[in-house]
């Protein structure tokens, strides 16, 4: 199911900062199953509540973030975009181990299904955040894995300008610059282990 909420409430609720807004959340589970939640930025047709349920004012833009979460029975079933990121898991082992795939270059699907292009982000931005501090919005996507153990490595290669892969309890993740995701290059590779 998908939700659009106004960007003004993620102003309050929002654990990120402006140029994560978008991203992947997996919840992992010890048998290989799990959820996965995804945050889009698109620019919405539909006026939200705010909108329709106003008086005296014509509005003329508009900034959503589509959230959406469904199961998976298999980490490795998971795919998002064509040909795109893939989750490839070692689990049951004294030190379980997941590898993620992250493609890069100017055609990655994975990336499109997340933000839509830059002067659209930066069009948003003056939505998002109408002090005008914000230049632009959604410039980098947050993949993060929670799981059933500890994380001991959080590790990407190769690296890059921007990239950055940390850990935290049971919480790894992934940040990747949209310039850096949609630039050719070599498929980054994520390496997560845990205990």
Do not use: N
């Not at 795919?79 to 689990?91: A, E, M, T």
């Not at 049951?92 to 100017?106: A, I, W, Y």
């Not at 699907?109 to 002067?119: I, K």
């Not at 959604?138 to 993949?143: D, N």
């Amino acid at each position: 199911m998908k939700r659009a909420l106004p960007l003004a409430l993620l102003l309050l609720w929002s654990a990120c900062s402006s140029g994560e807004l978008v991203g992947i959340h997996v919840a992992l589970a010890k048998d290989g199953s799990g959820t996965v939640t995804t945050r889009s930025l698109v620019d919405p047709a539909t006026p939200s509540p705010a909108e329709a349920r106003s008086q005296g004012v014509t509005w003329s833009a508009r900034a959503s973030l589509h959230c959406a979460q469904g199961r998976f029975q298999q980490l490795a079933d998971l795919k998002i975009g064509d040909g795109g990121l893939r989750f490839s898991p070692r689990l049951g082992d004294d030190q379980p181990h997941l590898r993620v795939f992250v493609p890069r270059g100017p055609a990655v699907e994975w990336v499109r299904a997340l933000v839509p292009d830059q002067a659209a982000r930066r069009g948003m931005a003056k939505v998002y955040d109408p002090t005008g501090r914000t230049a632009e919005i959604g410039e980098a996507v947050r993949i993060e894995i929670t799981v059933p153990g500890e994380v001991v490595a959080s590790d990407v290669h190769p690296g890059g300008r921007g990239v950055e892969a940390a850990h935290e309890k049971k919480r790894a993740y992934l940040i990747v610059p949209v310039k850096a995701a949609l630039e050719a290059g070599e498929e980054l590779v994520w390496d997560v282990s845990w205990r």
